[in-house]
C-alpha cells in the first residue's frame, strides 16, 4: 500500500513538474531507471 502511494505520488509530481522542466524529469527518469535495474541486479546475484 505504502510503495503503491509513494509511486502515485512521485508520478504525479514529475507530471506536474514536467511542465515546468520536461528536461530535468526526463533526466531524473532515466537515472532512477537505471538505478532502480542496477540495485535489483546487485541484489539478485549477491543473495544466494
Known amino acids: 500500500m505504502v510503495k503503491s502511494l509513494t509511486i502515485l505520488i512521485t508520478y504525479a509530481v514529475l507530471v506536474w513538474y514536467s511542465r515546468r522542466n520536461l528536461v530535468f524529469v526526463r533526466q ?6 537505471v538505478a ?6 546487485v ?3 549477491s543473495v544466494p
Request: net charge neutral; charged share 0%.
Open 36 to 41: 532502480y535495474v542496477l540495485i535489483w541486479s
Open 43 to 45: 541484489w539478485f546475484v
Open 28 to 33: 531524473a527518469s532515466a537515472v532512477g531507471a
